[in-house]
């Protein structure tokens, strides 16, 4: 399976320990998850994204990037291929508008199914959908739900994000989940460049929102009590996201079955719990 990384901060920072320097980084995971490597940044509120399909370590363009990108948001993801061919079109992040998606699962006989999972997505969205992947259909089918919230281009609330995301994965469910196959494994990551959210679908997550010694204390002016301890008040300053504890100085939290785990625009701290037969409810701090 895949691996995903993300990263909301309030001040730009280097994300080049998680993506490459780490004994455990991102990049260093593409060892066992060759099959393509995409890392998604915003600037100025807006996403840029780049996508190979080739093996994130031995790529000199994600060796380049690595060492550059300083964001106050990053969402990354290494692949193992389960469904479609090795090719830019297959590779994570996707994108849509503001809106990025990485998935790390799988839909079990995806093909078998794939007609009637596009239908759930909405007409005018079916169009963008390029690849071949059960995860670019899932991300179109969240967006499609979202929609009904308001405009894509709208700024969204976590409330709606949060309910989009758990809709999505009990209509997943509901439609592939027939004793044919497997569960569907439907561990995703989604942001809009200010808030970012994470639901633990069947494979591993973990999250932190701080260290046991910030090593840029002595010249950090956003440093607070939040940054080197649990927040007590549900704000903190930087929230990470993994498929597996990176090694540092972060002090790392495993996702319970079904959670979901976000930062809202105002860096506030929400956890849910994505039950199959209701939709999430979120639950501050």
Not at 66 to 89: D, I, M, Y
Not at 102 to 113: K, L, Q, S, T, V
Not at 202 to 219: I, Q
Request: with cysteine.
């Amino acid at each position: 399976m895949c691996r995903l990384f993300g990263f909301r901060s309030v001040i730009p920072s280097k994300v080049h320990r998680s993506l490459l320097a780490a004994e455990n980084a991102l990049g260093v995971q593409s060892n066992q998850h060759p099959d393509g490597w995409g890392v998604a940044f915003y600037v100025d509120g807006s996403p840029h994204v780049t996508r190979s399909p080739s093996t994130a370590l031995g790529d000199a363009l994600f060796h380049r990037l690595s060492g550059v990108v300083s964001s106050q948001t990053v969402l990354a993801h290494v692949r193992k291929a389960t469904q479609g061919p090795l090719t830019v079109l297959n590779c994570h992040p996707f994108q849509y508008g503001r809106w990025v998606f990485a998935h790390n699962g799988d839909i079990p006989n995806f093909e078998a199914r794939r007609e009637s999972l596009l239908n759930e997505v909405a007409p005018e969205l079916r169009r963008f959908i390029l690849g071949d992947t059960d995860s670019e259909v899932i991300f179109f089918l969240f967006l499609t739900l979202l929609a009904e919230r308001g405009s894509l281009g709208a700024r969204h609330e976590l409330d709606a994000v949060s309910a989009a995301l758990g809709r999505t994965v009990e209509r997943v469910r509901a439609l592939c989940e027939d004793g044919q196959g497997g569960p569907a494994l439907l561990t995703f990551m989604v942001t809009d460049g200010e808030l970012l959210a994470a639901s633990e679908g069947g494979r591993d997550l973990y999250w932190s929102s701080y260290k046991r010694r910030c090593s840029d204390r002595e010249r950090c002016t956003s440093l607070s009590a939040a940054c080197e301890a649990p927040t007590t008040t549900g704000h903190v300053n930087h929230f990470i996201v993994s498929s597996e504890p990176l090694q540092g100085e972060n002090v790392w939290q495993p996702f319970a079955p079904g959670e979901i785990v976000a930062v809202d625009r105002g860096m506030r701290i929400h956890r849910a719990h994505v039950d199959r037969r209701a939709l999430p409810v979120l639950l501050t701090g």
